[in-house]
């Protein structure tokens, strides 16, 4: 089997959010050990990283405003965003 998909099923966990704009916003606390799959969502149209230091520039995933979408995520990494061309509020959420 070549992979498995994930259709967003799960125990919603903790969630943040962070502002962001022309400059990068990175949400302040990382994922909880043993999480491994992220909701994200933003106000606007933007793009962004996953890591553990990341910084979101326009090379980035494009994310379209008020889509959720699913990613996966390790222990002690952030994810990161910046505007395409408006500022907005990105929101992550663990799935347990």
């Known amino acids: 089997m070549a992979g498995t998909q ?13 502002a962001y704009t022309g400059t990068a916003g990175t949400v302040a606390n990382t994922i909880t050990s043993g999480v491994q799959k992220v909701r994200v ?13 990341p910084t979101a520039t ?3 995933i494009y994310l379209p405003a008020d889509t959720p979408e699913y990613f996966t995520i390790g222990p002690g990494e952030k994810v990161s965003a910046i505007q395409l061309s408006a500022g907005g509020t990105l929101h992550v959420t663990e799935i347990a």
């Open 6 to 18: 994930y259709w967003g099923a799960g125990r919603l966990g903790a969630h943040q959010n962070v």
């Open 41 to 53: 969502c933003a106000t606007s149209a933007c793009y962004i990283v996953i890591g553990v230091s």
């Open 58 to 60: 326009a090379a980035g």
